[in-house]
């Protein structure tokens, strides 16, 4: 089990800046993607940003040069940095930990309870 809690949501005017955290219970070393989801009312869930334990990042077309994910690995802690922020980016943001050590077979995925970004115009 890997429990996750985020923090760093609130209000913020457009172009404004953003940075939520997510705290991890287990070693972030040993899950192999850690990633930032969101989802707005009356939509699905998306991918925003996901770290691989290789180091590779990749980033939904929405939000590319503007948010960066980044790993603390000391504090077992996954940021999101989010820059020139749009009223299109209000959403609940989660976190996500997903981990395969048996192979990607069996995937096992943990969740956080969410933070709520909104953006005023």
């Known amino acids: 089990q890997v429990q996750l809690v985020e923090s760093g949501g609130g209000l913020v005017q457009a172009g404004g800046s953003l940075r939520l955290s997510c705290a991890a219970s287990?070693?972030?070393?040993?899950?192999?993607?850690m990633g930032w989801y969101r989802q707005a009312p009356g939509k699905q869930r998306e991918l925003v940003a996901l770290s691989t334990s290789a180091g590779s990042t990749n980033y939904a077309d929405s939000v590319k040069g503007r948010f960066t994910i980044s790993r603390d690995s000391a504090k077992n802690t996954v940021y999101l940095q989010m820059n020139s922020l749009k009223p299109e980016d209000t959403a609940v943001y989660y976190c996500?930990?997903?981990?395969?050590?048996?192979?990607?077979?069996?995937?096992?995925?943990?969740w956080g309870q969410g933070t709520q970004v909104t953006v005023s115009s």
């Open positions: 996500n930990a997903a981990t395969w050590p048996a192979g990607p077979s069996r995937r096992y995925d943990y």
């Open positions: 287990a070693s972030i070393g040993s899950i192999n993607v």
